[in-house]
């Protein structure tokens, strides 16, 4: 695991071609100075629900019923105003960083405790490939009793990186993210579609 002062190094003096990348870039003083073993994260400006009354379910096996944009209701809050997470409610948000990672280093999403103390769970795919580009998907639940204000810009979240054992290729793998968050595929794979096929 890189420390934030090896991560502050890397970002401002690229060991090779391919550098680890995070705009806008963090206080790399700061982040030397942390002690800590990550570098936090930052709530961007779009939110997504779920719209319950436009959906009967959630199927894999039904394509015809595929959660699209039909079913998603995007706001765009600016800089300075607030999204209302209420108690028991859902909402995807990204990144306000842009990442890219080189083909040797992958990264863990993990939302900060004292965001989880108050009631606000973080979660994201939680796993960063290497190669991935973009911003990253947030998962936000709110699992307290008290609405929670939630503010483009704040800290929200903090991403520890990781060595990867190098690789024959660094070509970039599929892994790329959006400026929006997005719900991706469910689908089932062969092997549990031979499963559900079983009398």
């Not at 090779?16 to 930052?42: F, M, Q, Y």
């Not at 936000?140 to 060595?163: A, K, T, W």
Request: charged fraction near 20%; glycine fraction near 8%; charge should be negative.
């Amino acid at each position: 695991m890189l420390s934030a002062a090896q991560i502050a190094e890397r970002l401002q003096e690229p060991a090779s071609d391919e550098p680890i990348v995070i705009t806008p870039r963090p206080n790399l003083k700061e982040l030397r100075e942390s002690g800590a073993a990550s570098v936090d994260l930052r709530l961007g400006t779009w939110f997504s629900t779920l719209v319950a009354s436009r959906a009967a379910s959630i199927d894999v096996r039904d394509n015809s019923n595929a959660i699209d944009d039909r079913f998603v209701r995007t706001t765009y809050i600016p800089f300075g105003q607030k999204y209302v997470l209420h108690p028991h409610r859902f909402v995807l948000a990204v990144t306000l960083e842009w990442i890219r990672l080189p083909h040797d280093v992958s990264g863990d999403v993990v939302g900060k405790s004292s965001w989880g103390r108050h009631g606000l769970t973080v979660a994201t795919a939680t796993g960063v490939h290497p190669t991935f580009t973009g911003c990253l998907n947030l998962e936000l639940s709110n699992i307290g009793e008290i609405p929670i204000l939630l503010y483009p810009g704040m800290r929200v979240c903090q991403l520890f990186l990781h060595d990867v054992a190098p690789t024959t290729g660094t070509e970039l793998s599929g892994f790329v993210g959006l400026r929006r968050p997005s719900l991706g595929n469910l689908r089932l794979d062969d092997f549990a579609e031979d499963l559900c096929a079983l009398p």
